[in-house]
């Protein structure tokens, strides 16, 4: 299994960004996917959820603000990030759970200028 993410980068409070993790060696349509995010000095923590069926679900910080969603065709995950905040910096992270192993991807940093 390989997640590959990609799409952070810098920009300003306000702004937004868009993540993708094009996964490999799953059968994508099947599994639900995550995004983490770790900020400097912080512990791991979930950010939001899509199932196989497309439900979502959300850390609250980040409601109305995100959005998950995923295309099975290209087994691709994403996150649509608008009206990022200084807070949200972190890298962040794709993963789901194979035959009850969990896989990461490599990460991905955002940074919110103030």
């Known amino acids: 299994v390989q997640l590959q993410a990609s799409g952070g980068g810098l920009v300003q409070a306000g702004g937004s960004l868009r993540l993708s993790c094009k996964a490999s060696g799953i059968n994508f349509k099947i599994y639900g996917m995550d995004w983490y995010r770790q900020a400097p000095g912080k512990q791991r923590e979930l950010v939001a959820t899509?199932?196989?069926?497309?439900?979502?679900n959300y850390t609250d910080s980040v409601k109305g603000r995100f959005a998950i969603s995923r295309d099975n065709v290209i087994r691709t995950l994403y996150l649509q990030m608008n009206s990022l905040r200084s807070e949200d910096t972190a890298v962040y992270y794709c993963?789901?759970?194979?035959?009850?192993?969990?896989?990461w991807g490599q990460g991905t940093q955002v940074t919110v200028s103030s």
């Open positions: 993963s789901t759970k194979h035959r009850g192993i969990t896989y």
């Open positions: 899509i199932s196989s069926a497309g439900n979502t």
